[in-house]
């Protein structure tokens, strides 16, 4: 800890030194010399997002020396750019731009800025933007992002979804919106996430450990989901996304507006979508050995609702910006009717069978509202960032009371909760993030300091896992050291602290226990006070080395994770898994050790990136099943208790691109993952939910640029996965199968407005097939048939006249 305090002292008193870094003055002009307004200036090792005043001129400070790269773009013409020699003065550039009748060049920088991120950092990134979100639009965010490799989701249903990052999810993968860390119930696997895709500017998938940036939770990855950024001076605008599936009858609509003067802007969107209950290509399954006809091949009570408001204001100027984000994300959906309680047969199949678009029970409704404020401000050699949070997750599950163990068998009318609320939560957090990135020379410092309140209530009346409050702090210095124009390293230490309070939960009903020959019935203790801190330091050491169209990056660190309160305090039964689950109070922080690697090779027509991984784990946190069984709570259902083993995990990803024609590209995309534990009571078995092997091969057509239909695509792509036969009990073994999905798109040009048509068909032959990193996969329950996709994007732009 003393060690960490010397050296933020060091930093910040370096910081103070006057460092070499100097101002670039530029004027960007058309062809005949008039100034254009608005134009977007990116320079490499500046981090701002400049634009040009009303007479085409731009500047800024704090450059070091050397050779920068400066790019500059505006709508209807060609982006330039062009190498600049930064020395002892202040160096000042004419930038001349040619009208174009090419495709927007804002997206061309967008996609280079990317491809600069790629190349800086050590750790394996993916970058998505709006448009891709929009041309693979799934049933959720994490639904979208699962063409990505390496990404796979545990699916719930038609609307709700959860990542897996190389196999890891729940609270091994970090999700980070608007730069604070969402907070849901994300232990449950039949818990979606509480993100609104239309809402989503940028996405940026961080895989493998990451923890020494953000701490607990990112032992596997993380998915950092990005703002809109602000709008340009003087404009009004916005968009209208209409969007309809035949798979379930969705319809659903998104819309957005935003204006801005000078300095201030407002920018809001309000989303709704509307859906009735799924369809699969079977007419029955089997719920544990129960069959179980299916009406229209619908699964029964898997409709929802969901809606999304949202509000961005704030200040915007050259080195100071704060802006606040105002979200407010509901949904209401029914669970499997079949697939829920400790009964599947006592389901009334002619109420639920009435109509596909209503909301039984059993069902579950969700409101997250979030408010952050994110502010930076640049002074001198340092960028100082920081963000606060708000949030509340509130989630209801409703269900028919059905009782168990020694629960009576008709419901009290005394109980102050409602017999229809099996189960609720209220979680509510409270974050502080605060940066220093400090420029000195070749050197790129990072200092920070993350906080974070939880406060966690129940109600109901089933019991699974205890109230709690739990607060976490960690410290972290990260250095960026630039080696000549082709070397890239990059070091980083954190410290972590962390404490979680549970609280004692006793039953409201009598359980019978016999003591010496004496039986007595008292209320049992399902869950005792319990106090546990925990701290962790961790590291990461990375290099990048690019070389022309070569590129090598590398990277050794160390995560942790602490210990949820369902792992240690859970005791009770899990309705949807039909088993009987215990924490374990004696936990230890899990530990994780990783070696990423990636190497990649650019030509002007094809290109090839694979990146291989192996990770350690000396104490993962697994869910075991035992041979014993619960009569008091849980029925005779098998008892299912938290435990640790060591545990070996290594795989990769390959993605190959080849142009064949100037309008035609092929793709493949290839992963693979084994995980085994090497010690513990399921030694020799892999991990739950481990994906098998799959392969993509995508074959993509899109005109030239200077053909008449320059904005359209078709694409095909063919999804060869794998049969998983490595699996750990009580899992069951799942068959290969191949999909064949379908995109196509256009842009059309209506009163000066630019329209976007997608189209998709996923899973075009209606395959029946079982994903092995579903939730329903346990009860051998096919994913959705066949689905088309329509969506259309209507964006507006009215200029406002500026203010003289």
């Known amino acids: 800890m003393k060690f960490i305090s010397i050296l933020l002292f060091c930093l910040f008193v370096c910081g103070k030194l006057n460092a070499q870094l100097y101002p670039l003055a530029g004027l960007v002009l058309d062809t005949e010399g008039a100034g254009l307004k608005g134009a977007l200036v990116s320079i490499s090792g500046c981090e701002n997002t400049l634009y040009t005043d009303k007479e085409g001129r731009f500047f800024v400070d704090g450059l070091k020396r050397g050779n920068h790269q400066v790019m500059v773009s505006l709508g209807g013409y060609y982006a330039q750019k ?24 804002e997206v061309v920088v967008k996609h280079s800025l990317i491809a600069a991120r790629r190349q800086e950092e050590s ?87 990451a923890s020494f940036i953000y ?52 920018d809001t969107r309000v989303t709704y979508q509307n859906y009735g209950d799924y369809s699969v290509p079977t007419d029955t399954v089997f719920v544990y050995d129960y069959a179980v006809r299916l009406h ?36 209401k959906s029914g669970f499997f009717a079949n697939a829920h309680g400790l009964e599947p047969r006592r389901v009334n199949t002619e109420m639920h069978d009435a109509s596909a678009r209503d909301i039984q029970m059993p069902s579950q409704q969700v409101n997250h509202f979030k408010v952050v404020n994110r502010s930076d401000y640049r002074m001198g050699v340092h960028k100082l960032e920081m963000e ?30 409602s017999p229809e609320l099996e189960r609720e939560f209220d979680k509510q957090v409270y974050s502080i993030n605060l940066k220093d990135m400090i420029t000195l020379g070749n050197h790129q410092f990072t200092a920070g300091f993350n906080s974070e309140y939880q406060d966690n209530t ?60 004496t039986t007595i019935a008292e209320k049992l203790i399902r869950a005792n006070d319990l106090k546990r801190s925990f701290n962790s330091l961790v590291w990461s050491v990375g290099l990048n080395y690019n070389h022309e169209q070569f590129l090598l990056k590398a990277n050794a660190g160390k995560s942790f994770r602490m210990p949820i309160a369902k792992e240690l305090g859970a005791n009770g039964v899990n309705y949807h898994y039909f088993s009987y689950e215990k924490g374990d109070p004696t936990l230890a922080p899990e530990q994780s050790y990783q070696l990423d690697l990636s190497l990649g090779w650019n030509e002007a027509r094809w290109s090839v990136l694979i990146s291989p ?60 993952l084994f995980a085994q534990q090497i010690s513990g009571d399921k030694k020799g078995y892999t991990l739950p939910f481990s994906p098998p092997a799959s392969a993509l091969f995508n074959l993509s057509w899109s005109p030239a640029p200077e053909s008449a239909l320059r904005h359209s695509y078709f694409s095909v792509d063919y999804r060869l996965t794998t049969r998983q036969d490595n699996i750990v009990p009580p899992e069951k073994k799942t ?64 200029s406002l006249k500026q203010t003289e």
């Not at 035949?246 to 998104?254: A, E, M, P, V």
């Open 215 to 266: 701490g607990s939770d990112a032992i596997g990855g993380v998915i950092e989901v990005k703002p809109a950024s602000a709008p340009q001076k003087n404009t009004l605008g916005g968009s209208i996304d209409l969007i309809g599936k035949s798979n379930n009858n969705l319809y659903g609509t998104s819309v957005n507006l935003f204006g801005r003067r000078e300095h201030w802007f407002l």
């Open 388 to 417: 606060l949070g708000y949030q509340q997750n509130f989630r209801q599950e409703f269900s028919q009371y059905v009782n168990h163990g020694y629960m009576p068998p008709v419901y009290p009318d005394g109980l102050s909760v």
């Open 613 to 672: 991984f192996y990770n350690y784990f000396p104490n993962y946190i697994y869910l075991n099943p035992t041979a014993n069984h619960d009569f008091y709570y849980g029925a005779g259902n098998q008892i299912f208790q938290y435990a640790q083993s060591e545990v070996i995990r290594y795989g990769g990803e390959l993605q190959l691109k080849y142009r064949i024609w100037k309008s035609l590209s092929a793709e493949f995309l290839g992963e693979y």
């Open 296 to 331: 229209n091949r619908q699964l029964r009570n898997t409709a929802g609702r969901e809606t999304g408001l949202h509000l961005a204001t704030g200040y915007v100027k050259e080195n100071f910006r704060s802006v606040f984000y105002f979200s407010n994300v509901y949904n």
């Open 82 to 105: 062009l190498l600049v020699n930064i020395q002892n003065r202040q160096t000042s550039i004419k930038v001349v731009m040619k009208t174009s009748d090419q495709q927007l060049k």
């Open 123 to 209: 750790l394996n990134i993916e970058v998505v933007g709006s448009e891709f979100i929009q041309r693979n639009l799934g049933g959720s965010l994490m639904k979208s992002l699962e063409r990505l490799p390496g990404i796979k989701t545990i699916g719930i249903g038609s609307g709700q979804s959860k990542p897996l990052i190389r196999g890891l999810g729940f609270n091994r993968v970090l999700v980070v919106d608007k730069g604070v860390k969402h907070e849901g119930q994300q232990w449950g696997a039949d818990h979606g996430l509480e993100i609104d895709q239309f809402a989503a500017a940028e996405v940026e998938l961080v895989k493998g450990a």
């Open 458 to 517: 129940i109600n109901g009346w089933t019991f699974l896992v205890p109230s709690f409050k739990q607060v976490t702090a960690g410290i972290f210095v990260y250095d960026k050291y630039k080696i000549g124009e082709r070397v890239l390293l990059h070091g980083a230490l954190r410290y972590d602290r962390g404490q979680i309070r549970m609280f004692k939960y006793t039953d409201w009903f009598n359980s019978e226990l016999t003591t010496d020959g």
């Open 735 to 798: 068959p290969g199968y191949g999909l064949i999905n379908l995109q196509a798109g256009t842009k059309l040009n209506i009163s000066g407005q630019q329209l976007a048509l997608s189209f998709q068909v996923q899973n075009l032959l209606d395959t029946r097939y079982l994903n092995h990193t579903s939730f329903y996969r346990l009860i051998e329950l096919p994913e959705q048939g066949r689905n088309i996709v329509l969506s259309l994007k209507m964006p507006f732009n009215i």
